[in-house]
């Protein structure tokens, strides 16, 4: 929320600078996310009354003024025809730069001279009036500076109020107090002497028809009101805390709204009172007939199919969820949230209805959710307000506007059945300061206490303490330990060593092993991506999961969110198709959980992580051995080996065998360990469109906990080889149901130990038959090998290969 600085210093009396009381809040109380000084582009404006008005000899629609600016006369050539002699008016000096990007300087127009221009509101930054110059108040000052006339010489404190003091900070009194508190001083504001008159309304009857959402309901009748213009002062307090001024009703309620935290609003009363039905059959509970004219409001839940124009002119339809103000014909406002078009105060109203109530925060959360309404009322109500905050509300609105609206108070209605109480803690100042970690005297725990509106009675450090019912914050004695610690200054207690002794943590290998594949992966060149942890139900159909059974949302963030995710691909493919947008190529991984149901409570969570490559051409199965050598360069790292790729068998509750290309995936198996540890293949060819990708898009999953059982995590060194080593290469035709890594083991497997490493370097695939040729690496530990050993050994692995694989070899 935006605070003015000028309104927090006459409030709580400070003297601190904006710079020092940003500081000071900051360790105190609150996150200050910004400063930001208004009036910026006024420094030449000041005030001037206009002496003479004259025609323009040589221009029909211009104007000749003289006018007083305080230390001299100006003429000053102007086109507006909404200009008096007698006005105080705005003056732009000559060497003035106005907010619009405006230089003023001395001119000459139409053969008269002109030193200055007076100002319309949108040429000075105050709104987009421009039907005529700003005519200011008699009052104005001749002379003044115009930005400190308006108030407008301001610091703008930029503060943010977390939820749990929302309900009391959400008002200038709420953080004018916290100022006080933390600089040691007595808070000046008769908040206790905010009393309502008893002075019953003859005029209004309440009937509040659901109490639980509506535990206090406050009307007032004011008569006599003159509906205008705020005075400059309101004007200047409501925009400095981003409000924009209305009317002088609708700001004393919003004034309110800032000065103490609780939301008003005012009906029209011959509105209310005269409204033609829309709701068929709907009886109140109250009697109407008197011999004074009576205007009912009634608190209820709405009618299904009900609808309401609101003050935005916007029409929503409602449902018994809701809670509405209405009468006995009609709804007027939506509780806690924005009031009704047609029952809203205008310039012709002359009676008005006050409402200040306490509403359900609940209630009103789950209505502006489902309406799609967010207010500054509807932030505060769903805080939760004390109720009895309502009645200070009340009073203070009163006392405004018979001040500057000439209203009269006609009486009042208040439904309050469960009156809320201030309420005693128990607190030990011993236990206190033990918490803290500082001796803090009692006489100063005290002192704090009661300077943040509290009542003290106990001794010897055994209080009991009253707790204003506006800070609903505070339930337990840990809660007023915090408060004394945080005014106290957490800055201000000193450091000591921990007396206990200090045990290093232990390794978290789960996270530890996450981690090195995470580094391992951007080691070699993958971008990591995060997502949420749900998908919705076109994502889960579209990626062959839709028949899995999933654990769904009851209230999801939206419609395509409503499923928890079994698997992290439908998200990884959004981001392919995303990036597409900018990349021809990349590389991209997301490490994260998914959620089987089965059948208890809480969900199997497994620990996943999925690697997509996607390449700019593709010939020949590029892209899935782009994937499987990224595959393996990660086991490798890992310590992951005897890694093998072997056919696809997937079952259900690991991953459709639809989502996969039927020709280029397999499963990643370890030797001498059951199952597998994850998958890899291309995205079968018929989902890819679906997620409108017109590339070929290949990825691994990995199971990390099974990952992490196959890694061997203790790095085992070799020396390196003394003696040459020799490469041979050799290319064969296999059936196509031969994979590539049970040729690499029959050749390591014929190689009786000298075969040091073998790859693949090229790959041609028939209607029959597929081509492989692989680089073998030759070499023994002891020797260096002679030809006839090397001789022999070809030889071996050729017998091995077309014994075993029947593989043809190519000569």
């Known amino acids: 929320m935006k605070y003015s ?25 609150f996150e200050v996310e910004g400063l930001e000084k208004t009036g910026q582009g006024l420094e030449g404006v000041v005030i001037g009354k206009i002496l003479e008005i004259a025609k323009h000899p040589n221009a029909d629609k211009l104007q000749l003024t003289k006018v007083d600016v305080g230390n001299a006369v100006l003429d000053i ?20 730069k106005l907010p619009n990007g405006i230089e003023i300087k001395a001119a000459e127009i139409r053969g008269e001279k002109s030193s200055g221009m007076l100002c319309a509101k949108d040429e000075l930054g105050l709104g987009e009036d421009h039907a005529g110059i700003f005519i200011l108040d008699k009052d104005a000052k001749i002379g003044m500076a115009l930005a400190k006339f308006l108030e407008l010489d301001d610091v703008i404190l930029d503060i943010d109020i977390l939820p749990n003091r929302a309900h009391d900070c959400l008002g200038y009194v709420g953080v004018a107090y916290e100022i006080t508190a933390i600089e040691n001083r007595g808070f000046d504001y008769d908040y206790s002497g905010l009393k309502l008159p008893k002075v019953k309304s003859k005029k209004l009857k309440v009937e509040v028809a659901d109490k639980e959402l509506c535990p206090r309901y406050i009307g007032a009748v004011m008569e006599n009101i003159e509906v205008k213009e705020s005075p400059q002062w309101m004007q200047a307090k409501l925009s400095a805390s981003g409000i924009r001024p209305i009317n002088n009703i609708v700001d004393a309620t919003n004034f309110v709204m800032l000065e103490l935290g609780q939301p008003m609003h005012a009906f029209d009363f011959e509105k209310v009172s005269g409204m033609k039905s829309k709701i068929p059959n709907y009886k109140s509970q109250i009697n109407p007939k008197s011999q004074i004219q009576t205007c009912n409001i009634i ?7 009900e609808e309401i124009k609101l003050l935005d002119d916007e029409v929503k339809k409602l449902d018994k969820d809701n809670l509405v ?38 209630s009103v959360r789950k209505t502006r959710v489902g309406l799609g309404l967010k207010t500054d009322a509807s932030d505060r109500f769903e805080k939760d307000i004390d109720p009895n905050l309502a009645e200070k509300a009340m009073v203070r609105a009163v006392e ?8 009269k108070l006609e009486g009042i209605a208040d439904i309050y059945p469960k009156k809320v109480k201030p309420w005693k803690i128990k607190l030990d100042l011993e236990y206190a300061n033990k918490l803290l970690g500082e001796n803090i005297p009692f006489k100063r725990s005290i002192q704090i206490l009661k300077s ?8 010897d450090g055994k209080l009991t303490v009253g707790i204003p019912t506006y800070r609903v914050d505070i339930k337990t004695q840990e809660d007023l330990i915090e408060e004394i610690g945080r ?12 007396v206990a002794p200090l045990v290093p943590a232990k390794v978290n290998k789960e996270r530890f092993f996450e981690r090195n594949v995470k580094n391992t992966l951007a080691g070699l060149g993958f971008d990591e991506v995060y997502n949420y942890s749900f998908y919705g139900q076109k994502d889960a159909n579209d990626c062959a999961l839709g028949e899995i059974k999933h654990l769904e949302l009851a209230n999801p963030m939206n419609p395509g969110q409503q499923l928890m995710r079994v698997s992290l691909i439908p998200n990884i493919l959004k981001n392919v198709r995303d990036n597409l947008r900018n990349f021809k190529s990349f590389n991209i991984f997301e490490s994260g959980r998914v959620y089987w149901p089965d059948g208890e409570i809480l969900p199997e969570e497994r620990k996943m992580v999925v690697m997509a490559v996607v390449l700019e051409h593709d010939k020949s199965a590029e892209t899935f051995f782009a994937a499987k050598g990224a595959a393996s360069d990660l086991s490798d790292k890992l310590g992951i080996k005897n890694v093998y790729f072997d056919n696809f068998d997937a079952a259900p509750s690991d991953s459709l065998l639809g989502l996969w290309h039927p020709g280029r995936s397999a499963e990643i198996k370890v030797e001498g360990m059951d199952g597998k540890i994850g998958y890899i293949g291309e995205i079968n060819p018929l989902i890819l469109p679906l997620f409108k990708i017109n590339r070929r898009v290949a990825m691994v999953e990995l199971d990390l906990e099974k990952s992490m059982e196959a890694a061997d995590v203790e790095l085992k060194f070799e020396a390196i080889r003394k003696y040459p080593t020799v490469l041979r290469d050799i290319s064969i035709l296999v059936g196509r149901e031969i994979t590539v890594g049970g040729i690499i083991k029959n050749i390591k497997k014929s190689g009786a130990g000298l075969v040091v490493g073998v790859e693949l370097f090229d790959v041609f695939c028939k209607e029959e038959k597929n081509s492989f040729a692989f680089h073998i690496e030759l070499g023994a530990i002891d020797h260096t090998l002679e030809s006839s050993e090397i001789d022999a050994v070809m030889a071996k692995i050729i017998s091995g290969l077309e014994k075993e694989l029947g593989a043809e070899i190519r000569k």
């Open 5 to 29: 600085y000028n309104w927090l210093t006459e409030l709580s009396g400070t003297k601190l600078s904006p710079e020092k009381l940003r500081n000071l809040l900051m360790l105190r109380s």
């Open 77 to 96: 050539v102007c086109g507006a025809k909404n200009i008096e002699v007698g006005q105080k008016v705005p003056v732009a000096m000559v060497g003035a």
């Open 299 to 305: 608190v209820r839940r709405a009618k299904e199919g």
């Open 325 to 362: 103000i209405a009468n006995n014909k009609e709804v007027l406002a939506i509780a806690g949230v924005m009031g009704g078009l047609n029952s809203g105060v205008n310039p012709e109203t002359q009676t008005i209805i006050l409402e200040s109530a306490s509403f359900n925060a609940v």
């Open 400 to 407: 405004i506007i018979e001040h500057i609206a000439g209203g």
């Open 452 to 459: 943040l509106g509290m009542d003290i009675s106990g001794k």
């Open 487 to 498: 005014i106290f200054g957490y800055e201000n207690i000193k450091s000591q060593p921990m």
